[in-house]
């Protein structure tokens, strides 16, 4: 969210009306195409006393709109709202968000679980992520039909636990989320948690520090649906697979629906607990597999259609034919062209998307995890991983943090939320100025380049 400060004219006229004096005003300062793509998708949703609730449609979306036209929007919703207004806005798409939300749980942990009214949970999925959007194809069909299976009847079928596995983008976190979704709209009664596993690991943590361990995993056994994304996060953390063994035993035998992912099928998950990888296969495990040429287009017109994009067959089929192996690289794609359409006042033709795609060819990042960035920085300092948690104020553990969330911003896709998750639960605007410090260091420091250099190979090294 980004906040900038309080509203006063409330009382004059409707939220409405003054919106469309806001984008009116707006609409002074940029091209139509400017206007139509970045200010028209925002959508007000309320305002309560000194606060106005605006949506956006993703994280994307609002990182744009912050380093392109904050300014901007500043300038004019103190002229049209008053001076000291504040906007909060909230991400309706970016599953990451409610992700960051995590640290509630602790809340309600302290409860005894019994005493939780079951309105109180929430399942951190992402509405968006349904089975109707979720593009059908061979390289997805085992997957689909068993995930369509549980929903309709979870816990009830052979397919308990249900493990997916594939590689990185291919549409596991849709279609694990898409059968939370449709058990809810099923069975709105249902205990239903997601999230993935170096997050549970986190949350396990901090439950170990506030003595709280027997309250996290009681919060765990009393779920309907447990769905955890990335279990293969779970490797090299002993205890924290020792908890998730009995949790997974307890809700197995109360024949409650548990659903997995990794890149691998649990038999090369080497490293994990031989009696995880036996309970991993007593269900069905199902790969998902990189879309045929078909699949890939289908997808692209479904994501255009979503962004009111007017793109022709031509382009998308020579995006499709060049990006083959991930459908989030797909999207990404379809969404710098539209940012290059946009920012260079231009139409997308193919001349256009040739260059978004050799874009995205060469600024392809390593394939690491925050998990593996951190454990090879603290590796190299000679830091123990807690310490990046914890609130001290040493010197060498500040860098270190530092340089784990600059490396995790330039090397994943992960939000600023969940960067900041992982390190203690500090919000996004810790993270952005650990980043900023780094980059500030690099311009001067001789020491501090040679070490993000020397570290930025370690981190490539251990994830090839």
Not at 106 to 113: D, G, P
Not at 254 to 260: D, S, Y
Not at 409 to 420: A, H, M, N, P, V
Request: net charge neutral.
């Amino acid at each position: 969210m980004l906040n900038i400060g309080l509203i006063s004219k409330t009382s004059q006229a409707s939220t409405s009306d003054l919106w469309k004096e806001f984008l009116s005003e707006i609409k002074n300062h940029v091209t139509q195409m400017t206007f139509n793509t970045w200010f028209l998708p925002i959508k007000p949703l309320e305002i309560k006393d000194t606060n106005l609730k605006v949506q956006l449609p993703s994280q994307f979306f609002w990182e744009w709109i912050d380093e392109h036209y904050k300014s901007l929007i500043t300038k004019t919703a103190q002229n049209i709202f008053g001076e000291n207004i504040k906007i909060t806005y909230i991400i309706s798409e970016e599953p990451e968000n409610d992700i960051t939300n995590l640290n509630k749980t602790e809340a309600r942990i302290e409860k005894s679980v019994s005493k939780i009214p079951k309105q109180e949970i929430n399942s951190f999925l992402n509405p968006r992520y349904t089975f109707d959007n979720f593009i059908k194809g061979e390289n997805n069909q085992l997957a689909r039909a068993a995930a369509t299976a549980i929903s309709e009847n979870p816990g009830g079928t052979s397919f308990n636990p249900l493990f997916l596995y594939g590689g990185v983008g291919l549409g596991k976190t849709h279609l694990m989320q898409a059968i939370g979704n449709k058990i809810l709209e099923n069975y709105s009664d249902k205990k239903i948690i997601y999230l993935p596993s170096d997050i549970f690991t986190v949350q396990f943590v901090e439950a170990i520090k506030s003595d709280k361990v027997n309250e996290f995993s009681n919060f765990y056994r009393n779920m309907d649906v447990l769905i955890i994304d990335d279990i293969q996060f779970l490797i090299g953390k002993e205890k924290t697979q020792d908890l998730f063994f009995h949790i997974f035993n307890t809700l197995h035998q109360a024949r409650k629906q548990i659903v997995l992912s990794s890149d691998k099928p649990p038999k090369d998950l080497k490293g994990l607990d031989d009696r995880l990888i036996s309970r991993f296969q007593w269900g069905l495990s199902a790969d998902i597999q990189s879309p045929d040429l078909e699949t890939r287009i289908a997808i692209l017109k479904k994501k255009s259609e979503d962004y009111g994009m007017i793109v022709s067959d031509e382009i998308l089929e020579y995006i499709a034919s060049n990006i083959t192996s991930n459908i989030r690289e797909l999207e990404g794609c379809l969404i710098k062209l539209l940012a290059n359409s946009s920012l260079n006042e231009k139409d997308i033709n193919l001349e256009l998307a040739k260059r978004t795609v050799k874009e995205i060819a060469t600024d392809r990042k390593v394939s690491v995890s925050i998990d593996s960035i951190t454990k090879t920085i603290c590796s190299f300092m000679q830091i123990d991983e807690n310490k990046l948690r914890d609130k001290t104020r040493k010197k060498e553990i500040v860098l270190a943090r530092q340089l784990a969330m600059y490396f995790s911003k330039e090397l994943t896709k992960s939000s600023l939320k969940t960067i900041g998750l992982h390190f203690g639960g500090r919000d996004h605007s810790t993270v952005i100025h650990a980043c900023n410090s780094i980059e500030e260091m690099l311009k001067d420091d001789a020491g501090i380049r040679n070490l993000v250099d020397n570290l930025k190979s370690q981190i490539e090294i251990s994830c090839s």
